[in-house]
């Protein structure tokens, strides 16, 4: 068994709900358009997979069709004015991040948001003070699912992966964990599609609701 000393976090759809102000800047950018909004069970699925797949739900736009880039930025910038507005921590995750504080383990946030919406993001949900390392997608040259945030996170702790484990929602955050050879635990409460299979994504363990976090990590080795 592992001893584990330190517990990574993905950031959208496992330690906060963000898909309420994402699905807004959509919309607004819809409104601009023209267009009637798109309801939040359509956008929420794909959250975890940032701006891209939001365009691609909202407007059938994909990174090599003209008007992309432009989009892109409108969506952006709208998310940006409103990044705090409906985003909440997920219920039960303030509890753990209290219950790792008291047993004085490291804990983390490694996304694929850039900093520049990462940093205030993470300041109004009043985490900036006690994450002890918060890695971006532009921190490091190779975001998810390569293992380089993971490491870098580790490294910038001063902790070993492979007395590390990652949490996360999507199946890149699984294949970054495991690459970076850390524990990796499947978030089921987060942005998973209808036809996603977690099952196969190779996570140690998949857990269903924040509230059963604690369990699942000292089953892999939190003490």
């Known amino acids: 068994m592992r001893m584990i ?18 699905g807004a800047a959509l919309n ?24 891209r797949a939001l365009l691609r739900v909202g407007f059938d736009l994909r990174p090599e069709d003209d008007a992309y880039q432009s989009m892109n930025q409108r969506v952006l910038a709208h998310y940006a004015a409103g990044i705090c507005k ?20 490291k804990w983390g946030i490694v996304t694929n948001k850039h900093t520049r919406f990462t940093t205030p993001l993470i300041a109004a949900l009043g985490l ?5 390392v918060i890695v971006s997608g532009d921190t490091v040259a190779r975001a998810k699912p390569f293992p380089d945030p993971l490491l870098h996170a580790c490294e910038t702790a001063g902790i070993p992966s492979e007395n590390s484990v990652y949490i996360g929602d999507d199946q890149r955050d699984i294949q970054a964990g495991r690459a970076a050879n850390m524990a990796t635990i499947a978030a089921a409460w987060g942005y998973i599609g209808q036809n996603e299979a977690i099952e196969t994504w190779g996570a140690n ?8 976090l604690l369990k699942a990590l000292e089953n892999l080795g939190l003490r």
Request: glycine share 6%; aromatic share 6%; hydrophobic share 40%.
């Open 5 to 22: 000393e330190y517990v990574l976090f993905d950031l959208d759809g496992t330690l906060a709900d963000t898909a309420l102000d994402l």
């Open 28 to 51: 607004r950018v819809r409104q601009e358009e023209g267009l009637e909004p798109i309801p939040l069970a359509q956008t929420r699925p794909v959250t975890s997979q940032g701006v």
């Open 205 to 212: 363990v998949t857990v269903s609701q924040p509230s059963f």
């Open 128 to 132: 900036d003070q006690r994450a002890a």
């Open 86 to 105: 409906d985003t909440r921590l997920f219920d039960g995750i303030e509890a753990l991040l209290g219950e790792l504080d008291a047993r004085h383990i």
